[in-house]
C-alpha cells in the first residue's frame, strides 16, 4: 500500500488549496479513504472520510461547510478541497485507509502535506 498527498503549501486566511492523495497497491475503489491532520503539538485528528461505495462523506465539525472530499476511482485518488482556510486549519494534513483482517485493524498513512495559512 502506498499513499502519495500533494498539494499543500501556504495560503493566506480565507483562502483555498486542493490537497491531492493517489494510491497503489491495493484495490482502491473497494476500501474507505480519509484526511487526517496534526497541528504543531496536538493529536492528529480525523478531517474527512468517504466511504468505498454509497453512503455520505463525514467531516469534522471544525470544516463542515468549508471543506469536501472527493474520490475518483478510476484515477485511485482522492481529493480535499479546502475553501475559508483559517489559521487553525494550519497542519500537517495525512492520507488514510486502513483494512481489517483476522479481527486486526492496520492503519496506512502517506508522507503528508503541510498547509500553512498565514497572512
Known amino acids: 500500500v502506498q499513499l502519495v498527498e500533494s498539494g499543500g503549501g501556504l495560503v493566506q486566511p480565507g483562502g483555498s488549496l486542493r490537497l491531492s492523495c493517489t494510491a497503489s497497491g491495493f484495490t482502491f475503489s473497494t476500501y474507505v479513504m480519509s484526511w487526517y491532520r496534526q497541528a504543531p503539538g496536538k493529536e492528529r485528528e480525523l478531517v474527512a472520510g468517504v466511504p468505498s461505495v454509497g453512503g455520505s462523506t463525514e467531516y469534522a465539525d471544525s470544516v463542515k461547510g468549508r471543506f469536501t472530499m472527493s474520490r475518483d476511482n478510476a484515477k485511485n485518488t482522492v481529493y480535499l478541497q479546502m475553501n475559508s482556510l483559517k489559521p487553525e486549519d494550519t497542519a500537517v494534513y495525512y492520507c488514510?485507509?486502513?483494512?481489517?483482517?483476522?479481527?486486526?485493524?492496520?492503519?496506512?498513512w502517506g508522507q503528508g502535506t503541510q498547509v500553512t495559512v498565514s497572512a
Open positions: 488514510n485507509t486502513f483494512r481489517v483482517r483476522m479481527g486486526i485493524k492496520r492503519d496506512y
